[in-house]
């Protein structure tokens, strides 16, 4: 018989309570690993990471709230002097489910409006925090509030009324669902610009398909949660056993993987010990090609001025001045901050010029 916080756990229970704390331990060891690395490797922790820290508190919660639904019959039939505290403890994990789905969406938000830096990017993730925000409180109140008193929800003998508990459990999972496509399919277009090589190219592309995973057990979650509210009374109980071991799952993945891109510089820096000699290698490169554009140039600007030194003897009334401009664009560390990695559409380098014409008295240029 296994005893956790001197709580017994039947036998029908090993199996979430397993998956419990290997997937919380998992999950806070790469949510560790991501602090450090964001906090002393690159030195630049932001808002992402803690909200991610949120999601991470919340799933603790839940599965505290959880370990008090075995105390007080997860898993075989209740007593009716249980029945009230039991439901009191699964009325207080549905808040925290929610929220943690809220804090680590918002988190990998957060993380793409970094990473996609361009015009068009971030007006879509400022939408989708916006739209992730309200689905956040909507489906966190709605757990809070869906009966009223909200007393009736674990004490149905108070007099009150409750909304259908099926209802909001299918819309929020729906809404998590629909989220999580947005976050997976969301970054790929982006992805295809990065300013990186393509080997980083593609090992951040597979990095972000890892939300599929998510996705993935969020579907599988729904179809337990349907198999809950479809089993005949009396069993509910036993049957959300496996509803809650696939929510506890969709959870501490979704941190993982999170926090996965995080780890770029605490894998190159301290694991292989890679400094930033690639930037500056590359920075020196585009400074030669630089170097050799402006001597391949020259020649022909020289050919324009003459020309428009004729334009200008034509013409006394008329005053050209004509200017040069080389933009370079030095592209983001290596094994930086994950900023700006996708440039914006006038940062790529080049040369151009710009004529400005302006009426008065002629003048040699």
Known sequence: MWHVAGIEIVERNH?????????????FLFLSLRL???AFVIRQIGADDYLMVGAMVASIAWIIGVI?????????????????????????????????QTCYKLSITVQSYRLFSTDRSKRILKSLFIWITLCGVLTVLGSFAFCYPVAKAWNPSIKGSCANQGTIYYTSAALNILNDVF???????????????????????????????????????LKFLHENF????????????????????EINL???CGSVPALKGFVSRVLLGKKNNSYVSEVSSRSRQKTRYQSQTLPSIATEREHEQDIIDASPAIEVRNSYELKTYCPADDDGSEKDLVASDNSRYGAGNVTTVISGPSRAA
Request: proline share 6%; aromatic share 12%.
């Open 15 to 27: 199996a979430l309570v397993f998956n419990m704390f290997f997937w919380a331990s998992l999950a």
């Open 36 to 38: 450090y690395t964001r």
């Open 68 to 100: 008090y639904q075995m105390k007080y019959g997860l898993g075989r039939p209740i007593e009716q002097v249980n029945r009230v505290p039991f439901l009191q403890s699964l009325f207080g994990t549905v808040p925290m489910y929610n929220l943690a």
């Open 183 to 221: 976050l997976t399919c969301l970054p790929f277009p982006f992805l295809l610009k990065l300013q990186v090589a393509r080997k980083h190219r593609l090992v951040l592309c597979s990095v972000f398909s890892c939300g599929l995973l998510v996705t993935i057990v969020s579907i599988c979650r």
């Open 230 to 249: 479809s089993a005949p009374p009396g069993t509910d109980n036993q049957s959300s056993i496996n509803a809650a071991l696939w929510s506890i799952l």
């Open 254 to 256: 979704a941190i993982i």
